[in-house]
């Protein structure tokens, strides 16, 4: 897969295109990349996904944007192992925002990527106050256009809202079924403060690349990236008992009977179970007892899914 950043350096040969910010990369999403792969094979075309960095809503509201599911790192990750020949980052900034939707569709569709068809989504809108609908896309003369209808499952629209919503209520196993997979973060393992390894419980700090986690608490966790799925137990949030309440969300992840040395290492922690949620505990000693009864609970809970 070749990653471009920015339309006005994509030199990309004739292709079947899709737009969108792609957060999450849920059964909806899915849906569109095979259905853009099965037209790309049958037609001897390229497959293109072109994506925004940041998220529009950061660029326009930061402080009310949403949670990200997925870094960008993430995201490519996995329109690569959906098999997409070229993704386009496009920086969203005041000049691209303010863009008119026929410049968008006539200029950056069909000139600069090149598109011969289009998918998109059922609530695809594109342009300057995203002035530009499916009507409008479907109109060019360059490109044919088609949007898929919705996802749904259990009569829930799939959508990246309703993973966070699932997400943000604890209930990592629904957000697993929106997603085709589990809830998952990766990042490279970095130096701690020691303290899990200082109470008996040693655990892999994750570095975060979000702008903020979708959910907090204490996970079941397996974890991708040592060889084989490895059993564990997260936890993830500010560490209200040890830290401020204004300290920056943690990911620590104490692997079950592992005593490799894996700093600097990249990992995936899929999200199986949520425990419980964070709690401030009077002493060091009282976590140290919970701590204790999380593992338990995790090991059973491992054990119960063999």
Request: include cysteine; aromatic fraction near 8%; charge should be positive.
């Amino acid at each position: 897969m070749r990653v471009v950043r920015g339309v006005h350096g994509a030199t990309l040969p004739p292709c079947v295109l899709t737009i969108g910010n792609f957060d999450g990369l849920h059964l909806g999403h899915a849906t569109i990349l095979s259905e853009m792969k099965s037209i790309a094979d049958s037609q001897g075309l390229a497959t293109a996904v072109m994506t925004f960095e940041p998220h529009p809503r950061e660029f326009f509201a930061a402080a009310s944007a949403p949670a990200r599911l997925t870094s960008l790192r993430e995201k490519l990750e996995y329109l690569g192992a959906a098999g997409v020949d070229y993704v386009v980052v496009q920086h969203f900034n005041q000049r691209f925002a303010a863009l008119d939707a026929l410049a968008f569709r006539d200029e950056i569709i069909a000139r600069q990527l090149n598109a011969r068809h289009v998918l998109v989504g059922d609530d695809f809108r594109f342009g300057a106050k995203r002035a530009g609908d499916f009507s409008l896309l479907a109109q060019s003369i360059e490109f044919t256009a088609r949007h898929l209808p919705t996802i749904a499952y259990h009569g829930e629209r799939v959508s990246s809202t309703a993973v966070r919503s699932a997400l943000s209520a604890g209930n990592v196993e629904l957000a697993g079924h929106l997603l085709g997979r589990p809830y998952s973060m990766s990042g490279r393992v970095i130096q701690g403060d020691q303290l899990g390894r200082k109470l008996g419980f040693p655990t892999a700090n994750i570095q975060l690349k979000h702008n903020r986690p979708p959910l907090a608490g204490i996970f079941v966790v397996e974890v991708q990236g040592l060889g084989k799925p490895w059993p564990a137990v997260a936890s993830l949030g500010r560490r209200p008992t040890v830290k401020n309440p204004d300290a920056l969300p943690v990911l620590e992840v104490h692997l079950f009977d592992f005593d490799r040395d894996i700093y600097r290492q990249h990992l995936q922690v899929d999200f199986l179970h949520k425990l419980r949620n964070e709690e401030k505990y009077p002493d060091l000693a009282t976590l140290t007892a919970q701590i204790a009864k999380d593992c338990e609970h995790a090991r059973a809970w491992h054990a119960a899914r063999q």
